[in-house]
């Protein structure tokens, strides 16, 4: 058959991430397993992003290949059936070999529900971040004006980051309060480790009065990831689209499910 990519959705609650590690308690490994369970060999996947422990995913993007015919069903029913309930296949489709998760990308997309209110939450436990803190969407909104666009991010970058250039374009990044909800919608060509949570942290900063809007250039500027806030709790990100050229014909733009994630 060739390529397949596959869409899915997991709670990365009990995950330790989304690569391979040798105790076999990632979401590759799991996905792996189940793959290989249904194709009767072992399988290789390629993931549009790698997600942090604790991080979840209402559309990650993976590729696979392989020469064992099964009917396209087969990867999304017949490897659900081997997955933990936590995660799932949402759809599947054969792709030209020109395709390839990560690289083919040109966006991806998450999104940040954060709870704000008095008490912890308990039912979202672990599907939302929490802060007790009175915030002001306003100021909140004014400091993520000044990261739209080019920038190198190093402020809010992970000292153990990998990649070869700080340098992204974020081209969204919207904040919007349904009760005591908080969404935030980030898209970019791309992110570096932990940048969505290191931002979250110094615009908390911000919304919570102990810096001005302006503070978000100054860190920009400045190029310092020990001048910015810690970074923020990951239980209530997920990643939530990555964009294709329309070629290859994929449905992977953000999906928030029940409106939420």
């Keep these: 058959m060739g390529r397949i990519a596959l869409a899915l959705e997991y709670d990365g609650t009990a995950f330790i991430g989304w690569q391979s590690q040798p105790t076999g308690r990632s979401v590759q490994d ?7 369970q249904m ?3 072992k399988v290789r996947v390629h993931a549009a992003g ?3 422990a604790g991080v979840h995913a209402s559309r990650q993007i993976v590729h696979f290949d392989t020469d064992v015919p099964r009917p396209i069903t087969a990867w999304v029913r017949g490897v659900n059936s081997f997955l933990p309930k936590t995660m799932a296949v949402t759809w599947a489709s054969p792709v030209p070999d020109a395709f390839h998760a990560r690289f083919s990308a040109t966006a991806r997309h998450y999104r940040y529900l954060l709870l704000n209110h008095p008490i912890r939450p308990a039912l979202l436990h672990g599907r939302v971040g929490w802060l007790h803190s009175d915030l002001e969407l306003a100021r909140m909104q004014e400091a993520a004006g000044h990261l739209i666009g080019e920038h190198d991010f190093s402020s ?5 980051c990998q ?4 340098v992204r374009h974020l081209s969204r990044l919207d904040i919007s309060r349904q009760g005591d ?6 898209s970019a060509n791309g992110f570096l480790h932990h940048m969505v949570r290191n931002i979250m942290g110094s615009l908390l900063h911000v919304a919570k009065g102990k810096r001005d809007p302006d503070w978000i250039a100054e860190l920009l500027a400045a190029k310092n990831r020990t001048l910015a ?4 709790m990951p239980d209530g990100l997920y990643l939530s689209g990555v964009s294709y050229p329309k070629e290859f014909g994929l ?3 953000p999906l928030y499910r029940q409106g939420l994630i």
Excluded: C, N, V, Y
């Design 30 to 36: 799991a996905l792996e397993a189940a793959i290989g």
């Design 39 to 41: 194709a009767g060999t």
């Design 50 to 52: 790698r997600t942090d």
């Design 156 to 160: 809010f970058r992970a000292a153990e």
């Design 163 to 166: 990649a070869k250039s700080p």
């Design 181 to 186: 909800l908080i969404a935030l919608d980030f």
């Design 229 to 232: 806030a810690p970074t923020f």
């Design 251 to 253: 449905d992977t733009e």
